[in-house]
């Protein structure tokens, strides 16, 4: 995958939305997570006690479980259109990571790529096999191109802000970890602040450590995938498990051959 720096003009929807099943319950229940963080919701009062003691507000009343809405904006052959992560992306495709947020956040979006056929790649932080893993210094930071800001919530996003990532010719898995935060992280430490391209150091020790800290953010995180484009439409939805810890959502983009569709 490339950045190209063209921007996307398309007009043309891609994709129209069709009714299809019923989502599950798990996808009800982490879209529910995510619109309850939307909502405004009144600040706990303290109540005083019979006998004049004031008892602090519960937690759960006043810590909004971070949230993300994702799916992509997509542009192939003239056309633009929002699909689900799940979608089949072509060689030459050219698109943009569409997100939402229910609370203020710091973001952070990092790539890899796993080259090879997608359905037999690992979708998880962590590859299941020394022969789905690209090798250990192969991370770009996508996002933020220079000092990390705290982002707004119920806007929508587009990473890159600037140009499209554009598939090449070489199928695989285009993981894409989207990391939230309610504080700023220090991951620049962990890439080459000369390069333009983001990459981290040469050190594979430092990009081992890099996959261990993804693989622990993605332990607080609960995702629901889109899996078509149906009635729900084409959103994904990622929460976090503890609302004071980073999580990071790892979007996996399958690319194939063209002659594949």
Known sequence: MH????????????????????????????????????????????????????????????????????????????????????????????????????????????????????????????????????????????????????????KDQLIPDEGVLRMDKKPGLEKLFVVISPDPLDLSKYFDPESAHGYPSSDDAEAAQLTRELATMGENAQVAESKGVTFEGTDSFGVSRDPRKPMVVVVNLGHYHREAQ
């Open 3 to 154: 950045v190209n720096p063209q921007l996307a003009l398309g007009a043309t929807a891609l994709v129209t939305a069709l009714f299809g099943q019923n989502p599950t319950n798990d996808y009800e229940r982490t879209k529910g997570i995510f619109l309850d963080g939307v909502r405004t919701r009144p600040a706990a009062s303290s109540k005083k006690t019979s006998k004049g003691k004031t008892n602090a507000p519960a937690e759960s009343a006043s810590v909004t479980r971070a949230g993300v809405k994702y799916s992509v904006k997509l542009i192939r052959d003239g056309k633009e259109g929002t699909v689900p992560s799940a979608y089949r992306f072509l060689d030459d495709d050219r698109f943009q990571l569409q997100f939402e947020l229910n609370s203020p956040c710091y973001v952070y979006v990092l790539h890899r790529t796993a080259v090879g056929p997608p359905d037999q790649i690992s979708k998880s932080v962590e590859f299941e096999s020394a022969k789905d893993a690209p090798k250990p210094n192969s991370y770009t930071l996508l996002f933020p191109r220079g000092k990390a800001r705290q982002m707004p919530a119920g």
